[in-house]
């Protein structure tokens, strides 16, 4: 039976380290441990999802409703700002209501339709401006994330209205101590199960450390002086 609340997983986790005759670890540092490696697996599964979209139903509870971001920066191309979200953590797909400017295959002003955007990664920049394939124009907008916002790069006059972003947000925070449902996990059982089984591996590589080992005498040495 796969774990539901924090609890079971803090259990199941105690379970795995008594197996390996490990000491336990307490419920403090499990929840730090818990939330390192419950962003390490999202992320994981997010790089499957850009390969096999199967993956969406186990990412699906941390996936909002698309938003329309409105333009923070100027009225004009690269120059637009939109701010992501709070609680943004990756992108997985960015478009677009862009406002047409001397742009004879389509009539000047505001568009209707979303642009879907390409993302620009910092490494390819002068890449993709030198290759006139991938050159970006009306038809080929890129994006880039700077920080906490979104910038556009169109090759034309014609500038972003508003950014429609789909995006995966970052999970609640686990917290075993407390009370039930307020601190779960709220990633699909069979995940929380993973997570129990990447906790109790990181605790007993950490215990097995003996750098570790010694960092944590001379802590407890410094605290009781």
Same mark, same amino acid.
């Given at each position: 039976m796969f774990p539901v609340t924090s609890l079971d997983m803090y259990n199941l986790t105690l379970e795995l380290l008594n197996k390996a005759n490990t000491s336990s670890v307490e419920p403090s540092e499990w929840n730090k441990m818990a939330n390192s490696k419950?962003?390490?697996?999202?992320?994981?599964?997010?790089?499957?999802?850009?390969?096999?979209?199967?993956v969406i139903?186990?990412?699906?509870?941390?996936? @909002?409703? @698309?938003?329309?971001?409105?333009?923070?920066?100027?009225?004009?191309?690269?120059q637009e700002i939109f701010v992501l979200p709070t609680n943004y953590l990756r992108a997985l797909n960015v478009g677009g209501k862009m406002n047409y400017v001397g742009e004879k295959c389509?009539?000047?002003? @505001?568009?209707?339709k979303v642009h879907p955007w390409n993302l620009l990664r910092d490494d390819e920049e002068n890449i993709v401006d030198?290759?006139?394939?991938?050159?970006?124009?009306?038809?080929?907008?890129?994006?880039?994330?700077?920080?906490?916002?979104?910038?556009?790069?169109?090759?034309?006059s014609s500038y972003a209205l508003t950014a429609?972003?789909?995006y995966l947000r970052q999970p609640k925070t686990i917290d075993v101590t407390l009370s039930p449902g307020a601190g779960d996990c709220e990633l699909p059982e069979d995940v929380k199960n993973d997570l129990c089984y990447l906790i109790a591996k990181a605790y007993i590589?950490?215990?097995?450390?003996?750098?570790?080992?010694?960092?944590?005498?001379?802590?407890?040495?410094?605290?009781?002086?």
């Open positions: 419950q962003t390490e697996i999202v992320l994981s599964l997010y790089r499957q999802y850009q390969l096999d979209q199967s139903d186990k990412l699906k509870v941390i996936i @909002p409703e @698309p938003v329309v971001i409105a333009n923070t920066g100027a009225a004009v191309a690269e389509f009539a000047d002003g @505001p568009g209707i030198d290759n006139p394939y991938r050159k970006p124009n009306i038809d080929k907008i890129y994006y880039r994330q700077s920080g906490s916002e979104i910038r556009v790069k169109t090759g034309t429609r972003l789909r590589d950490q215990q097995e450390s003996g750098r570790y080992n010694q960092i944590a005498q001379e802590t407890k040495e410094i605290i009781n002086n």
